[in-house]
């Protein structure tokens, strides 16, 4: 991103973070600096310190768990005045709703798909190239080979040689 326009976004970043962040910005993960622009934006509308951003505040610059996941990783490499306890918090709230779904009841426990050697729900001119597959030079162990059969997306007429 060029210079002037890392430096547009940050306007309202404070002069310290943002000189840190503009001497890293070559290195910094894509959207990066757009979360961080967003999180000081709703600290400002919120009225809040930065040593005491509050949940609403990261809820607010960060649409995802992925977001969340990289402010944080930014808010502590670049910016060691921020309290991120709230952003933490929320992150584990996350994990927690996850876990909870992973679990409901009526989901089918992982590991209970195609099997190694049987292609589900495959067209019937892949099915014709699964014998390509299996005599090709992966070992039916491998990760690479289950997913190649789990995964009807073409890979498996690559790796067949067609």
Sequence with gaps: MKAEIARARLAE???ETRDRLMQHRAKLPAGALAVVARFFEAM?????H?????RESFLMACGSESTLGLLLRVLDLHTPSVCLAEGRALRRAYYRERSR???APGRSPRGQG???????NWPPHWQALLPGLQAAPIRESSKNFRNLVRNPDGE???A???
């Design 50 to 54: 930065v040593s005491a951003p509050s």
């Design 156 to 158: 498996a007429c690559l």
């Design 160 to 162: 067949a040689g067609i």
């Design 13 to 15: 970043v404070p002069r």
């Design 114 to 120: 195609a099997s190694a050697t049987e292609a589900r």
């Design 101 to 103: 779904h992973a679990a």
């Design 44 to 48: 400002e509308v919120r009225g809040e």
